[in-house]
């Protein structure tokens, strides 16, 4: 079987990984399961702990033994872990599905930047990278379709259906994916396996620590990671108990949501659209100043669908926060593999930025649930809005160095 080009591949994976809807499988959890503020930050805090456990192993793992194998596994554990959250509408049980789809989660988290990156070169990725968020939304948008037509009749059957999906595309990736820019350690350079992969870790830790860059970039992961817990567990639950929804039809929030995420994808392909034509000419400084003002409009409008008190009001600020939050993302990804100038640690320094993230989500997560369950809804998504401002004030630093990180490049490199 011939298989596609890189970028071929990782396009047909942003569309069909993209499918499952996330708005269906959240308001499952509140209308079917029933979970409270607090239980829905835990399952999500729970997961990041996974992720916090085994992102940087799992980095290493895909540096070491390929990132093709190791973005298969991710594809297949997610998938199995999805069905099974939708087999079994109980708390616990949908706990430990989390906390596999965290581990499963944490095998691609850096292989499949490293992955995409290694084949293209990091000069070129950026535009890719927008270009497969583009397809993203796309592939969302028909899973938005399927979702809420197989809600309409069976919830828990459609988050059954995202999974089965998603292992079917992991098996596809086995067959489809190549994989000719990573390059495993030649006969004479093997070290004992376990031995190899301490190696590997210690390197990419290494490369990290003494690159000033990646650290700033680190912090504003960490910062961002513990705002977005509140922000991703609880949007739906604040509509459905907060806002208020019209009725229409016996399944009102699915359908609902359903509408206000076809308005987001609309308004993220003509965002990534505008952002694309950037990349040609960006700059560090430049990518410095375009995250700095989406930072920004993420942490406003955040902000004012915490506070809104009708329902146009939060669909607004819900669509400019979404389109913000969506292009942070491949900035982001692009200044940090520019910045990763050894290949054989990519994966274990992206691996070390979603660490990071997961930190900040883990530490945050259960703060800002019992906020929600003592002050309420909205005073834990306000916390959220603030939780933010610190990565808005790392990334005006940057700007002010044009990208740089001046002082600290100054400072002698850790030795170990």
Same mark, same amino acid.
């Given at each position: 079987?011939?298989?596609?080009?890189?970028?071929?591949?990782?396009?047909?994976?942003?569309?069909?990984?993209?499918?499952?809807?996330? $708005? =269906?499988? @959240?308001?499952? /959890?509140?209308?079917? &399961? #029933? +979970?409270?503020? %607090?239980?829905?930050?835990?399952?999500?805090?729970?997961?990041?702990?996974?992720?916090?456990?085994?992102?940087?192993?799992?980095?290493?793992?895909?540096?070491?033994?390929?990132?093709?194998?190791?973005?298969?596994?991710?594809?297949?554990?997610?998938?199995?872990?999805?069905?099974?959250?939708?087999?079994?509408?109980?708390?616990?049980?949908?706990?430990?599905?989390?906390?596999?789809?965290?581990?499963?989660?944490?095998?691609?988290?850096?292989?499949?930047?490293?992955?995409?990156?290694?084949?293209?070169?990091?000069?070129?990725?950026?535009?890719?990278?927008?270009?497969?968020?583009?397809?993203?939304?796309?592939?969302?948008?028909?899973?938005?379709?399927?979702?809420?037509?197989?809600?309409?009749?069976?919830?828990?059957?459609? $988050? =059954?259906? @995202?999974?089965? /999906?998603?292992?079917? &595309? #992991? +098996?596809?990736? %086995?067959?489809?994916?190549?994989?000719?820019?990573?390059?495993?350690?030649?006969?004479?350079?093997?070290?004992?396996?376990?031995?190899?992969?301490?190696?590997?870790?210690?390197?990419?830790?290494?490369?990290?620590?003494?690159?000033?860059?990646?650290?700033?970039?680190?912090?504003?992961?960490?910062?961002?990671?513990?705002?977005?817990?509140?922000?991703?567990?609880?949007?739906?639950?604040?509509?459905?108990?907060?806002?208020?929804?019209?009725?229409?039809?016996?399944?009102?929030?699915?359908?609902?949501?359903?509408?206000?995420?076809?308005?987001?994808?609309?308004?993220?392909?003509?965002?990534?659209?505008?952002?694309?034509?950037?990349?040609?000419?960006?700059?560090?400084?430049?990518?410095?100043?375009?995250?700095?003002?989406?930072?920004?409009?993420?942490?406003?409008?955040?902000?004012?669908?915490? +506070?809104?008190?009708?329902?146009?009001?939060?669909?607004?600020?819900?669509?400019?926060?979404?389109?913000?939050?969506?292009?942070?993302?491949?900035?982001?990804?692009?200044?940090?593999?520019?910045?990763?100038?050894?290949?054989?640690?990519?994966?274990?320094?992206?691996?070390?930025?979603?660490?990071?993230?997961?930190?900040?989500?883990?530490?945050?997560?259960?703060?800002?649930?019992?906020?929600?369950?003592?002050?309420?809804?909205?005073?834990?998504?306000?916390?959220?809005?603030?939780?933010?401002?610190?990565?808005?004030?790392?990334?005006?630093?940057?700007?002010?160095?044009?990208?740089?990180?001046?002082?600290?490049?100054?400072?002698?490199?850790?030795?170990?």
């Amino acid at each position: 079987m011939r298989r596609p080009s890189a970028t071929t591949a990782f396009y047909a994976l942003e569309f069909l990984l993209s499918i499952p809807a996330f $708005v =269906v499988i @959240a308001v499952y /959890l509140v209308r079917e &399961v #029933g +979970l409270d503020p %607090l239980q829905l930050i835990l399952i999500g805090t729970v997961m990041e702990a996974a992720v916090f456990v085994f992102e940087i192993p799992t980095g290493v793992f895909a540096d070491t033994y390929g990132r093709k194998l190791s973005i298969v596994v991710s594809i297949l554990l997610q998938g199995v872990a999805w069905s099974l959250v939708g087999l079994v509408p109980h708390f616990i049980p949908i706990l430990i599905a989390w906390a596999l789809w965290g581990f499963g989660y944490t095998f691609m988290s850096g292989a499949y930047e490293a992955w995409i990156t290694d084949e293209v070169g990091s000069d070129e990725v950026g535009p890719v990278f927008v270009r497969g968020e583009r397809l993203g939304y796309a592939g969302a948008l028909v899973g938005l379709g399927l979702g809420v037509s197989v809600a309409a009749y069976d919830l828990s059957l459609s $988050v =059954v259906l @995202a999974g089965a /999906l998603t292992v079917a &595309v #992991g +098996l596809l990736a %086995l067959v489809a994916m190549p994989e000719t820019g990573y390059r495993r350690r030649q006969p004479g350079e093997e070290r004992p396996k376990v031995g190899e992969l301490v190696a590997t870790a210690r390197e990419g830790a290494r490369f990290a620590r003494r690159t000033p860059i990646i650290l700033l970039l680190l912090a504003t992961t960490f910062f961002a990671g513990a705002a977005s817990e509140a922000f991703d567990r609880l949007r739906e639950a604040h509509f459905i108990r907060d806002v208020g929804l019209p009725q229409l039809g016996s399944l009102d929030p699915v359908v609902w949501f359903g509408i206000f995420g076809v308005a987001s994808m609309v308004v993220g392909l003509v965002g990534t659209t505008v952002l694309l034509r950037h990349f040609e000419r960006a700059t560090r400084g430049g990518m410095a100043r375009l995250l700095f003002v989406l930072t920004g409009v993420l942490a406003a409008g955040w902000m004012v669908f915490a +506070l809104a008190g009708n329902l146009a009001l939060a669909v607004g600020a819900l669509l400019v926060a979404g389109l913000a939050r969506s292009l942070v993302g491949p900035l982001y990804m692009t200044w940090l593999n520019q910045q990763i100038t050894d290949s054989s640690v990519r994966a274990t320094v992206i691996s070390i930025s979603g660490q990071a993230d997961a930190i900040g989500q883990t530490a945050g997560g259960p703060v800002l649930g019992v906020i929600g369950n003592v002050l309420g809804i909205r005073a834990a998504l306000v916390a959220a809005a603030f939780v933010l401002t610190p990565a808005l004030a790392l990334y005006g630093r940057a700007m002010r160095h044009g990208g740089k990180e001046p002082e600290l490049e100054q400072l002698p490199a850790p030795t170990s």
